[in-house]
């Protein structure tokens, strides 16, 4: 019998595109998924899209909340899950083998607590802007205060890991609640496993919190120094194996048509587009939003 796997969505305003989260759950080749979508009361056209053939098996509620980390809380503690994905309702999954290719890794470790992949980030057309590795740290090391180290719609948990540390996403956090979160889980001792694979699509968007809130998240940045005894680096500069990743990333790109079914539409460009955007492109931090 296969595991159920619960993946969650804090929703606000982002009806723009929910159509490409919902679609990309909803077609992935495993079963069996529960999709629970908590919003915060939009404004837009979101309970729309919810109320028609597209959120047909969601799980859905939209109310007033105190934030993402409240309704991921919430959407948590309702799920059923062994286990957790966590998309944003901007963000979607790549390959409609996603979902199983993360069972089977489980499946394969069953020491491991969180599995984790690559992600094409796109931009708010859906156009390729290029391949990104994200990396496990050393969370007692310095750390780079603009950018996240794993790409969370692109990240899976076990919930015994999750049970360990008591509570799910801290609700004091608005910007560095996922980074908070990979730091207790390491601290926890638990076992994080890289899949070389594309598993979802990060869209970067000027309403994402990482613009927005560029000075609340150094804020909760530093009071996450001062709880854990982590260093930031606060200069915004490229090291050179973040160029060797970028070159790495530019020779997946290559072989995306031959390997991947993709379960949304995205602007892949010419080859030699995305190559160049891949390479040359300034980096733009990995964010979260609803």
């Keep these: 019998m296969n595991v159920l796997v619960s ?37 837009d056209t979101t309970v729309d899209l919810l109320r028609g053939p597209l959120g047909q098996d969601v799980i859905w509620v939209s109310a007033p909340d105190r934030g993402q980390a409240h309704a991921l809380n919430q959407a948590f503690a309702r799920s059923r899950g062994d286990i957790i994905g966590w998309l944003n309702a901007d963000d979607a999954y790549y390959d409609a083998s996603t979902v199983q290719r993360v069972v089977d890794y489980f499946s394969r470790y069953p020491k491991c607590g969180v599995v984790y992949g690559d992600v094409l980030i796109v931009d708010e057309q859906g156009r390729l802007i290029r391949h990104h590795r994200p990396h496990l740290p050393s969370f007692w090391t310095k750390l780079p205060a603009h950018a996240a180290p794993l790409t969370q719609p692109a990240v899976f948990i076990r919930r015994s890991a999750l ?128």
């Design 7 to 43: 993946v969650l969505t804090p929703s606000l305003n982002q009806a723009a595109f929910l159509p490409d989260c919902l679609q990309s759950i909803s077609r992935q080749s495993y079963r069996p998924i529960e999709h629970l979508l908590f919003d915060g009361g939009s404004r």
């Design 163 to 290: 049970t360990r540390l008591g509570t799910f996403l801290r609700e004091d956090l608005h910007v560095s609640l996922d980074l908070e979160l990979w730091i207790r889980l390491t601290a926890a001792g638990v076992e994080f496993r890289h899949i070389p694979r594309v598993l979802a699509v990060d869209r970067d968007h000027q309403g994402r919190k990482v613009h927005r809130l560029r000075e609340l998240r150094l804020q909760e940045n530093r009071k996450l120094s001062a709880e854990y005894g982590i260093e930031f680096d606060d200069r915004n500069h490229s090291r050179p194996r973040a160029w060797f990743r970028r070159v790495v990333g530019a020779a997946h790109l290559v072989s995306l048509e031959r390997r991947y079914a993709p379960v949304i539409n995205i602007d892949l460009g010419t080859p030699v587009t995305r190559l160049a955007r891949q390479i040359f492109l300034p980096s733009r931090s990995a964010g979260r939003n609803r």
